[in-house]
């Protein structure tokens, strides 16, 4: 069965930097675009952004272009979402899922990862 | 593309038949998906292609619509239903997701 696993809950500070990470198993990581989606506190699902595994070939959202990195490591099947200088305001919890198909649905979601970023 | 949903919210009881719409800022063609969040957890595809049922959802919901206006309904609300409900849009390269309807037992 597909499955993908997301990283733990994070508290860091403004200023610092942060990785998290989404694993994928039981398909071809290669071969499916994944996606990032965030969600603030009491709020909806935001697009961020999403890339291809198989050439790394990435898009981000116009309020995120800039502000975060997407990237993949083939060779272990897990997807990246890294912020150089963390702010208040990227308190949220991230999602990473599945895109099904090219302009498909995200089909396959990880459990989401809390970032609370305070002083 | 702006994706807005109506209602924002809603109240209903089981067994009511429960309407939501998705209208597109422009058009999007079929590219439009359904997904069901309950609190704490991460959101389900319910719907994908505006009407294709997802392998494991219940019959009792359904999608129609193309071009710019769309609409999620279920038959039948069950306990289990009462849930958040956002519309997505994967027409272009740049994707986005409606504002929520939030389905809440009267």
Redesign the interface.
Same mark, same amino acid.
């Given at each position: 069965e597909v499955q993908v696993v997301q990283s733990g809950a994070e508290v860091k500070k403004p200023g610092e930097s942060l990785k998290i990470s989404c694993k994928a198993s039981e398909y071809s990581f290669t071969n499916y675009w994944i $996606?990032w989606?965030r969600q603030m506190p009491g709020k909806?699902?935001? !697009?961020m952004g999403?890339i291809y595994p198989g050439d790394s070939n990435t898009?981000y $959202? %116009?309020s995120f272009q800039g502000q975060v990195t997407i990237s993949a490591d083939k060779s272990i099947s897990t997807a990246y979402l890294q912020w150089s200088s963390l702010k208040a305001s990227d308190t949220a919890i991230y &999602?990473c899922?599945r895109?099904?198909r090219a &302009? $498909? %649905?995200?089909?396959y !979601? $990880?459990?989401?990862t809390l970032v609370t970023v305070s002083s | 593309i702006q994706l807005t949903q109506s209602p924002s919210s809603l109240s209903a009881s089981v067994g009511d038949r429960v309407t939501i719409t998705c209208r597109a800022s422009q058009s999007i063609s079929t590219?439009l998906?359904w997904?069901q *969040?309950k609190p704490g957890k991460?959101?389900?595809?319910l719907i994908?292609?505006a009407s294709s049922l *997802?392998s494991g959802v219940p019959s009792r919901f359904s999608g129609s619509g193309s071009v710019t206006d769309f609409t999620l309904t279920i038959s039948s609300l069950q306990p289990e239903d009462f849930a958040?409900y956002?519309c *997505?849009q994967?027409?272009s390269?740049?994707?986005?997701?409606? *504002?929520?309807t939030e389905v809440e037992i009267k």
């Open positions: $996606g989606v909806g699902l935001e !697009w999403f898009r $959202g %116009p &999602y899922a895109i099904s &302009y $498909g %649905p995200f089909d !979601w $990880g459990q989401g | 590219y998906n997904y *969040q991460a959101p389900k595809l994908y292609a *997802q958040t956002y *997505q994967s027409s390269a740049m994707w986005t997701f409606g *504002q929520g």
